[in-house]
């Protein structure tokens, strides 16, 4: 049995894999690297009464692995570079051996990976930590729970300023519904619900753009997205719009927020260590 953790600024995650397949997972909130490596573990060992004796090996990525420097509990501890295991993940929790991965955490990262190896696309510091963030500064609650109740409630034409508030005709393939600037129109009466859908719906409009380009600059027709915010619903419906004016598709693997430790946990097998 191999043991891959992936150790976040925000959470830390924890699978289990054997004979090649995904047996248990679990997740735990982020504190120092130490406690969210030994705490996942734990966690895994006695949520799904593992034993100790039948770790193989942990293999640590994310974050806060670098901070990892010895084995954890006398069981063989290795590093994994994160670009890689996101591309491990992805591509075995899609099925697919050539794809585009948008890996949604604290911030963005967009990776390629296929017969030829994997490889950073690119990214963005726009995420999971810049909703966070701004509802600090604009909303009644910082935490996440809260702010996505609050943002099913949101009307977006109270904070987004859209083409039809300033076009009587749609531009080129976009819609009169397209937005025109995010918070370009934010009305004195937008209420927290709005703003709240506002943040979500930017942040997602951002990462989808950017997830468009590079499936365009590779000639690619899907976007594989994984992560932490891989299952947010709104984001989801933002993705949805997007890949219907492209003509383009978002697909949400499985148990796609534990991608990452599932590549990290894979590369050992890869790797034959």
Same mark, same amino acid.
């Given at each position: 049995m191999i043991i891959g953790i992936d150790i976040g600024s925000t959470t830390t995650k924890a699978v289990? #894999?054997?004979? /090649?397949?995904? %047996? %248990?997972?679990? %997740? &735990?909130?982020? +504190? $120092?690297?130490? &406690?969210? @490596?030994t705490g996942a573990l734990g966690k895994i060992v006695l949520e799904h009464g593992i034993k100790i004796g039948d770790i193989e090996r942990i293999m640590? &990525? =994310?974050a806060g692995s670098s901070a990892i420097k010895n084995d954890i509990f006398d069981i063989p501890t290795s590093r994994v570079n994160e670009i890689e295991a996101i591309g491990i993940g992805g591509m075995f929790l899609s099925g697919m051996s050539e794809i585009i991965i948008t890996n949604i955490g604290t911030g963005t990262v967009i990776v390629e990976? =296929?017969?030829? =190896?994997?490889?950073? +696309? /690119?990214g963005s510091g726009v995420?999971?930590? &810049?909703i966070l963030g701004l509802a600090k500064k604009l909303l009644p609650t910082a935490e996440f729970a809260g702010i996505m109740e609050l943002a099913l409630g949101g009307n977006l034409s109270h904070v987004d300023l859209k083409l039809a508030d #300033?076009? $009587?005709d749609d531009i080129s393939f976009l819609s009169k519904d397209a937005t @025109?600037?995010? +918070? /370009?129109k934010t009305l004195d009466s937008a209420t927290s619900s709005d703003l709240a859908l506002a943040i979500v719906n930017m942040v997602f409009e951002v990462i989808g753009m950017l997830s468009i380009f590079a499936a365009k600059a590779r000639d690619a027709k899907r976007v594989i997205v994984t992560g932490n915010g891989s299952g947010n619903q709104i984001g989801q419906k933002v993705f949805a719009a997007i890949a219907k004016m492209y003509g383009m598709e978002f697909v949400y693997p499985e148990y796609a927020e534990y991608t990452t430790a599932v590549g990290a946990a894979l590369h050992s097998i890869e790797a034959g260590t």
């Open positions: 289990s #894999i054997e004979n /090649g397949s995904l %047996k %248990k997972k679990v %997740k &735990t909130k982020a +504190f $120092d690297a130490v &406690t969210s @490596a640590i &990525t =994310g990976a =296929g017969r030829a =190896g994997i490889s950073h +696309f /690119g995420g999971g930590g &810049t #300033i076009m $009587d @025109a600037a995010n +918070f /370009g």
